[in-house]
């Protein structure tokens, strides 16, 4: 079944320049392993489209049931540059939270 990410995680990011960084962080360690296999680099790219010109990195944090990504050309130039009105990137994870994911009814 597909649900949104918001229901097995909570997620808050910000800026490094013209990067966004996200952390999204598991609700319950049960659900890390289903964060691993979801929220790929590739998933998040796809669900920001062209608001993230360069590439998305992942970091794993097991030990916080954790993942962190870099988001590379994705704040219009950074927050002394940007004309946009999210220049430190602080709605990014909250929009990822909308990004639906697949799960068994057994994972949650």
Known sequence: ??????????????????IANIGVVAREDRYYPVLLREVTTERVKAFFGARVKGRVERYELPNLG???????????????????????????????????????????
Do not use: W
């Not at 079944?1 to 013209?18: F, Q, T």
């Not at 988001?71 to 002394?80: P, S």
């Not at 990137?89 to 990004?99: C, S």
């Open 1 to 18: 079944m597909k649900v949104p990410l918001a229901r097995i995680a909570h997620c808050r990011s910000g800026d490094k320049g013209d």
């Open 66 to 108: 954790a993942l962190n990504f870099l988001l590379y050309e994705a704040l219009g130039g950074g927050g002394a540059i940007s004309l946009r009105v999210d220049a430190q990137g602080k709605t990014f994870g909250a929009a990822l939270l909308r990004m639906e994911i697949n799960v068994d009814e057994h994972e949650l």
